[in-house]
Every structure is written in structure tokens, then in C-alpha cells.
């Protein structure tokens, strides 16, 4: 048997129940027409972010080809520069040792010049004078220390340009690298799918990393480098052709000079070659004039010793007749004649005592000045051999090897991260 509620459910009427199901229905129609705007709405929002995410992809396909193009190009360009550069510095490295090689070339020269010097300071006596030979050597000598200055000026220089290229090579080799790391990155992106592995999302992937630059920034950076490569290149060629024709002018120079220094030193050899040939002569023949006067003198004495008898005898024979007795001392003919005899042969012994006094004071003079004549020639005989010494010390003289060529710089390997892109640079 059931039960009945102690308090029954509230009851409607039929037009409540009525309006319920009008309501229900309007209801049921209105949340339909919601539902179905909100799917058509849904279907064209989906067709078009479709499209559109569709586009903005090949548009970002395509600025990424465009950017990959872009840095490939300067990449080819500093490449390109860079190779450049390098053989511009393998060429001016050629010139500096071409110039360092002439600069130890003037050592041997320079010695050989203060060899001669010094040689020719060893004559003695009037054989030690100041000739064309000494003002050559001298010149010389000036000449081969200018060479010496200005070639390493110019090698100093050469080294500070090579440092500025190595430098601004340095510079291309980053910015290479970085433009090659660059283009790996890009390559990769752009071969990038919604089907790729590793793809997620990343935490706030829309910042601006710190140190970014803008396009602009970019394309000047590497405009810069190329030109300031250029520059380099330019002036380290002036520098190659102003190397060259100062070694050419040099070596002219130079070799000019040493020309006129020998041919001033043949010149003097000559000179003193005659001079001691005519002392030699003089030599030989004063020595022929000092046996004859040794002769003439012994003649002479002999001569006088002769007179100094008869003047003897004629005296014996006046001093013996002043004996005569009585009217026989008679001054006759024979006595006229004894006087005679006598003043006769002191005038003569007078005149061959002087001329024997002359004589051998002319023998004093004459041996004297042999004396003088053979101590010259010996210093000239002396002076004639550093001359020689000179001439066979400046034999070792040659002319500087201003161009010798030098090894090939080997090629180094520069690879970017990733080992995609290959690029060879020289060391």
C-alpha cells in the first residue's frame, strides 16, 4: 500500500506548461542559430588563417632566400677580398725580403769600404795624401749608409702596412665567419617544416637580442671591411712599386759609385806606378852620377897628391939653389921659371882642393838625396802595395741580389661550425 506525501509538488496549469514548451523550443532554435553562425565563422576563420599562415610562410621563405642570398653574395665578395689581400701580403712580404735581402747585401760592401780605408791610412811620408781615391771611398762610404738608412725605412715601413693588412684581414675573417655561421643558420631555418623534428615552442621568441643591428648597420660593417681592405691593398701596392724602384735607384747608385771608386783607384795605381818608375830611374841614374863622382874625386885626389909632389920638387929646387955661392945666385931664367912653376902649381893645387871640396860635398848631397829617393820609393813600393791589397779587397765586392724569390705561403682550411660551407683562406 503507498504512501502519500505529507506536502505535494507544486502543480502548474496548462498554459504554464504550454508557454514552458514554447519556451523550450524558441530556446532550442536560437542556441542552433548561435551554434551554426559560430561554425561558419569558424570554418572562414579557419580557411583564412590557413591562407593566411599559408603566405606569411612563403613569405618568410622567401625573405629567408632573399637574406641567404644577400649574405652569399658579400660572403663570395670578402672571399673574394680576402684571397686578395692575402696575396697582396704574400707579394709584399716578397718585396720586404727583396728589400731586407739588398739591406744585408751593403754590409760586406760597407766592410770593404773601411777595409780600404783603413788600409790606406798604412802609407807613410808624402805617399799619405789626400787623393781622389780617399774622397771616393769616403763618398762611398756616405752613399752605402744612405742606402742603409733609406732601405730600412722602407722596410719599416712595409712591416706597419703588413700589420694593417694583416689586421683588416683578421677583420674580413670574422665577419666571413660570422656571414658563414649566419648562412648556416638561415639554411637551416629555411628547410625547416611544421613536420621537422626538434620544432617547439620557445619562451618569448619575439625579444631583440641584445646587440642587434639593423640591415643598415649590416651592410656598412662589410662595406667597410671591403673598403678599408681596398685602401690597404692600394697603398701596400705604392709601397711594392716605390720598394722596387728605390732598390733599382739604389742599386744604381751604388754601382756607379763603385765604378768611380776604382776607376780612381786604377788611376792613383797608375800615377804612382809612373812616379815610382821615374824615382826608380832617378835612383839608377844618381847612382851612375855617385860612382862617377866617387871616381872623379879619387882622380882628383890623385891629382893633387901628383901637383902636391911637384910643388915639392920645384920648392927643393928653389930652396936648394938660394945655396948658391957668390955672383952664381944669379935670378936667371931657370929661377924666373921656378917661381913660375911654383905659383903655377899652388893655383892649381888651390883650384883642385877647391874643386875636390866641391866634390864631395856634391857626393854628400848626391848620397844624401839617393838616401832620401830609396827611403821614398820604399814608402811608394809600400803604398803601391795597399793599393794593390785595396784592389784585391774590393774584388769581393758584388752587386746586391735585390730580388731572390721567396717560398709560397700554404693554404689553411676555415670551416664554420656546422662544416656545411667549406671556404679556404691563405694562412
Known amino acids: 500500500m503507498s504512501t502519500i506525501p505529507a506536502k505535494p509538488a507544486l502543480r502548474h496549469n496548462v498554459s504554464e506548461w504550454s508557454g514552458n514548451n514554447h519556451q523550450l523550443s524558441a530556446t532550442a532554435e536560437h542556441e542552433r542559430h548561435v551554434s551554426n553562425e559560430i561554425r561558419q565563422e569558424g570554418r572562414t576563420l579557419r580557411n583564412e588563417t590557413t591562407i593566411k599562415t599559408f603566405w606569411d610562410d612563403s613569405d618568410t621563405c622567401r625573405r629567408l632566400s632573399d637574406r641567404i642570398w644577400d649574405v652569399a653574395r658579400w660572403k663570395e665578395t670578402l672571399e673574394s677580398c680576402a684571397q686578395e689581400v692575402d696575396k697582396e701580403m704574400e707579394a709584399l712580404t716578397l718585396s720586404k725580403e727583396q728589400t731586407e735581402q739588398a739591406l744585408a747585401s751593403t754590409v760586406m760592401p760597407l766592410e770593404v769600404t773601411v777595409e780600404c780605408l783603413t788600409l790606406r791610412e798604412g802609407r807613410r811620408g808624402y805617399e799619405l795624401v789626400t787623393d781622389p781615391v780617399a774622397e771616393q771611398l769616403k763618398a762611398e762610404k756616405g752613399l752605402i749608409e744612405r742606402v742603409q738608412q733609406v732601405l730600412q725605412q722602407h722596410i719599416d715601413k712595409a712591416f706597419e702596412q703588413l700589420c694593417v693588412l694583416q689586421e683588416a684581414r683578421h677583420q674580413m675573417t670574422a665577419d666571413l665567419q660570422n656571414k658563414m655561421e649566419a648562412l648556416d643558420i638561415d639554411m637551416t631555418c629555411l628547410s625547416l617544416t611544421v613536420k621537422s623534428n626538434f620544432i617547439s615552442l620557445k619562451t618569448n621568441p619575439t625579444r631583440i637580442p641584445s646587440g642587434s643591428t639593423t640591415p643598415q648597420e649590416w651592410l656598412q660593417f662589410s662595406q667597410y671591411n671591403v673598403s678599408r681592405a681596398e685602401e690597404a691593398m692600394q697603398l701596400s701596392q705604392q709601397i711594392r712599386e716605390d720598394m722596387s724602384l728605390t732598390r733599382a735607384q739604389l742599386q744604381n747608385e751604388l754601382e756607379t759609385q763603385r765604378r768611380a771608386t776604382e776607376f780612381a783607384l786604377r788611376k792613383r795605381t797608375h800615377h804612382e806606378d809612373q812616379a815610382r818608375d821615374e824615382l826608380d830611374w832617378q835612383l839608377s841614374k844618381t847612382q851612375e852620377e855617385i860612382t862617377e863622382m866617387e871616381s872623379d874625386i879619387r882622380g882628383l885626389d890623385e891629382d893633387l897628391q901628383v901637383k902636391t909632389g911637384s910643388l915639392k920638387l920645384a920648392h927643393t929646387r928653389?930652396?936648394?939653389?938660394?945655396?948658391?955661392?957668390?955672383?952664381?945666385?944669379?935670378?936667371?931664367?931657370?929661377?924666373?921659371?921656378?917661381?913660375?912653376?911654383v905659383k903655377q902649381l899652388e893655383a892649381t893645387i888651390k883650384a883642385l882642393k877647391q874643386k875636390l871640396s866641391e866634390a864631395q860635398h856634391s857626393l854628400q848631397r848626391l848620397e844624401l838625396h839617393h838616401a832620401?829617393?830609396?827611403?821614398?820609393?820604399?814608402?811608394?813600393?809600400?803604398?803601391l802595395s795597399l793599393e794593390q791589397r785595396t784592389m784585391n779587397t774590393r774584388g769581393r765586392l758584388t752587386l746586391p741580389a735585390f730580388t731572390e724569390p721567396a717560398a709560397p705561403v700554404a693554404l689553411v682550411p676555415l670551416t664554420n661550425s656546422s662544416g656545411r660551407i667549406n671556404l679556404k683562406l691563405l694562412a
Open 372 to 383: 832620401r829617393m830609396s827611403q821614398d820609393l820604399s814608402r811608394k813600393q809600400e803604398a
Open 318 to 341: 928653389l930652396e936648394n939653389r938660394t945655396m948658391r955661392p957668390g955672383m952664381d945666385l944669379c935670378r936667371d931664367e931657370v929661377q924666373h921659371g921656378l917661381v913660375a912653376e
